[in-house]
């Protein structure tokens, strides 16, 4: 049976500075898995995004807006705090409603996955602070991991677009790819990659799995511009060093959209809990609208 989806595309704005992507990057993202995409957003457009997001983070963090308190009430600690500040800033903030929101990105989304309809999943933020700034959630490694396990879907047909929101230098911890793994099956989540006394391996699925450094090839930590982008499938193993400057914070955005017609699985994430999702059914719902048709 064809399933309705509810029509709720709320892109209002037009963003002229976000580029289309080319035909060549679209062989490459389905080729490797991922694409980087330099120059998808202009670099004045990029320093407004960092402005947006740092206020957000800013205010969610101090507890000023209430807003982790109302997503997650069990939230323990400053990690994990930040981390649930980390999610969605467009509920905080209309400019990235907007941004988030936008045919430009959904369009370069549709293109990448060949798929529409499209909805929007989450945006995210991904903050290292500088060496030396104290701990927070993204400081450290991000362990080598898939985004599809960690999520309530019922398929894998979904991409993140990860945006440097300020210039991240190679040792600042880019976003790193095993080339063709999106051809994986989902292989568990980072937050279950545990050793016998159930401590997190930092390096994640490659200390569980070694095989897949030798399968596939590590892509390069990217100098990336403010504006430049990642894109990467959500089978995408990926993973990314820690911050090593002593001097700057690396700030990226990340938004990810997938096939509308993709289900609920019921399956616990702070994104999707306590939204009245209904299991085995789209996700017509206001926090995940149809971006294209
Ligand atoms: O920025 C990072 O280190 C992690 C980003 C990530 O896991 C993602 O974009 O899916
Ligand atoms: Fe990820």
Not at 25 to 51: T, Y
Not at 199 to 208: D, S, T, W
Not at 216 to 228: I, K, L, N, T, Y
């Amino acid at each position: 049976m064809e399933v309705q989806l509810q029509k709720q595309s709320l892109a209002t704005r037009k963003f002229d500075q976000i580029r289309e992507v080319t035909e060549a990057e679209v062989e490459f993202f389905e080729e490797n898995g991922w694409v980087k995409l330099e120059r998808l957003l202009a670099p004045p457009l990029a320093s407004e995004l960092l402005q947006h997001i740092q206020k957000v983070m800013d205010t969610r963090i101090k507890g000023e807006d209430g807003y982790v308190a109302e997503r997650a009430p069990d939230a323990q600690g400053a990690l994990m705090v930040e981390y649930v500040a980390s999610t969605n800033l467009r509920e905080s903030d209309s400019w990235l409603e907007d941004l988030a929101v936008c045919h430009e990105l959904a369009e370069a989304s549709a293109r990448l996955i060949k798929t529409r309809p499209l909805r929007l999943f989450a945006d995210s933020v991904f903050h290292k602070p500088k060496r030396g700034d104290g701990e927070a959630w993204f400081s450290g490694q991000t362990p080598w991991h898939q985004d599809y396990p960690a999520t309530p879907l019922d398929r894998a047909n979904d991409l993140q677009i990860w945006v440097a929101a300020c210039e991240i230098t190679p040792d600042m911890g880019c976003l790193q790819y095993l080339s063709g793994s999106h051809r994986l099956p989902p292989m568990g989540k980072a937050t279950a990659y545990r050793d016998a006394n159930g401590k997190m391996f930092p390096k994640g699925a490659v200390e569980v799995y070694p095989w897949l450094l030798e399968k596939f090839e590590v892509s390069p930590a990217f100098h990336m511009q403010p504006g430049d982008a990642l894109a990467h499938h959500s089978l995408t193993m990926h993973y990314s060093q820690e911050n090593q400057s002593t001097k700057f914070d690396r700030w990226a955005w990340g938004s990810r959209r997938m096939d509308a017609r993709i289900c609920y699985n019921g399956a616990p994430n702070h994104r999707t809990d306590g939204r009245g999702l209904q299991i085995d059914k789209p996700f017509d719902h206001p926090a995940f609208p149809v971006v294209i048709e």
